[in-house]
């Protein structure tokens, strides 16, 4: 490729890079969106690169993503002075750089989330304020980049009823498409029924919530997870999403709320690979005291949806095999760096090209009410 051009309000065009053409390798045109974003900011313009086209038997694909960390620095003074006061990674500031990384994957549209849930520890007061800003925030980017991107609110769920009128609010007044929570809150799954206000206001709705762990703090002892390969997140989150879900099918949330919709995240943890002991538990442990009516594998074909972080073609076969199609959606984990699983999708020799178009974006284009 040819040198950088220098930075100017035209760093963005073809001409600008005339080593640009059809024979481009992805490598190279991700160094030039690097550079144009590096650019952008010096000079206050947003970068316009040519989007990746991912096509599905020779047709473009639309590609949405339910997986999308955010983050929100203005919350930071309603912070100061108080146990929450933290730093915000720039990673997870929304700016021209994350249109240009979807850009680059061949993304059209993320649903974004605030998804650590530092605010579950917040008195009412202050949790409802932050609850707010981010709410106010996400709608105000959404709005602004209206082809892009959609919001799910960050609900205060250690109040539910709080959470419910907040959702509400959410989806009513700011256009948000659903819901994200935590696998836990303040250590408690939330399946009891001081959170039934919650879920049915989600039943209500007709909105998805999103299920993001938190590396299973509420499930390990200390340090339990600590040394080397990063066991808190590559065993902690998958496992706190499993616990999370089995919990909602034994605790007989999915029963009392039969139109709620949960998309989990990691592939939904471990539940759909080790199924067939979930599934036999209630008939052969006789101390199980299990609440559902239906048989596990029942919910994962009806009410649970996973996103596809599973990352190998055995895995994704299998996956689709115990949810079916239907229940599988896309999730890049952006910005956090983790395989993207696209082409895993679109190569897949077990998914025909119906089930690629449905979990590429078909799926979530339903749950998240994005029309065309």
């Known amino acids: 490729m040819n040198r950088r051009p220098k930075c100017s309000s035209g760093l963005a065009s073809r001409a600008a890079w005339p080593g640009l053409g059809p024979m481009t390798t992805r490598r190279q045109f991700i160094t030039l969106l690097a550079a144009v974003s590096a650019c952008a900011g010096s000079i206050g313009v947003t970068p316009a690169a040519e989007r990746r086209a991912v096509n599905v038997a020779g047709k473009r694909a639309r590609i949405i993503d339910v ?27 929304l700016g021209p750089e994350r249109i240009a990384a979807m850009d680059a994957r061949g993304i059209d549209i993320q649903a974004l989330s605030v998804n650590q849930y530092w605010w579950y520890a917040a008195d009412r007061p202050l949790a409802e304020k932050i609850v707010l800003l981010h709410d106010q925030s996400l709608a105000s980017w959404c709005k602004d980049h209206a082809d892009r991107f959609v919001g799910l609110s960050s609900v205060a769920l250690q109040f539910p009823d709080l959470a419910a009128t907040q959702l509400e609010r959410a989806v009513h007044e700011l256009g948000a498409r659903g819901a994200s929570i935590g696998g836990h809150v303040n250590g408690e799954v939330p399946t009891g029924p001081k959170y039934d206000v919650f879920w049915a206001k989600a039943q209500s709705l007709d909105v998805p919530v999103f299920v993001h762990p938190g590396g299973a703090e509420n499930i390990v002892r200390d340090n339990a997870l600590a040394g080397k390969g990063d066991l808190g997140n590559v065993i902690g989150n998958p496992l706190e999403t499993t616990y999370f879900l089995t919990h909602m099918i034994f605790d007989g949330v999915l029963d009392r709320f039969p139109l709620l919709k949960i998309v989990g995240a990691h592939g939904g943890g471990y539940l759909p690979s080790y199924l067939g002991r979930s599934e036999v538990a209630c008939k052969f442990r006789k101390n199980a005291a299990c609440a559902n009516t239906l048989a596990p594998s029942e919910y994962l074909r009806r009410q649970i949806y996973v996103d596809s972080m599973v990352f190998s073609v055995e895995g994704l076969r299998h996956l689709v095999a115990e ?4 229940q599988v959606v896309y999730g890049s984990d952006m910005p956090y760096e983790w395989p993207d699983t696209i082409d895993l999708v679109t190569t897949a020799p077990s998914l025909s090209d119906a089930d690629r178009i449905a979990i590429l974006g078909g799926n979530l284009a339903r749950l998240l009410q994005i029309h065309s």
């Open 67 to 93: 997986h999308a960390h955010c983050a929100f620095a203005e919350v930071a003074p309603l912070l100061a002075g108080t146990p929450l006061a933290r730093d915000f990674p720039a990673s997870q500031r």
């Open 323 to 326: 949810m079916g199609p239907s």
